[in-house]
């Protein structure tokens, strides 16, 4: 799941909907357990993202976040 346009959709791009509902829940229980009620649409695309990784993917993604200074490094700071 993820905001197109400002509109939920699916991996298939398709609209939320009662077969797909289950998907969008599951990512504000993962957001509001991060965030609290602090949400933003950022914070929502971070957790949607995570879902979709593969293992090696996201073992990839836990090193890089340990590395001190790798996120500000990439985000040009």
């Known amino acids: 799941m993820k905001i197109i346009n400002g509109k939920w959709q699916d991996d298939n791009q ?3 909907d009662n077969f797909n509902v289950s998907q969008l829940l ?8 991060v965030y ?3 949400i933003t649409y950022d914070r929502i ?22 590395q001190d200074g790798a996120i500000s490094k ?4």
């Open 14 to 16: 398709d609209p939320v």
């Open 45 to 66: 695309s971070v957790i949607s993202s995570i879902g979709r990784l593969t293992n090696k993917e996201e073992s990839s993604l836990a090193y890089l976040l340990e």
């Open 26 to 33: 599951e990512i504000g229980r993962n957001v509001q357990a």
């Open 74 to 77: 990439l985000a040009g700071y």
């Open 36 to 38: 609290g009620e602090n």
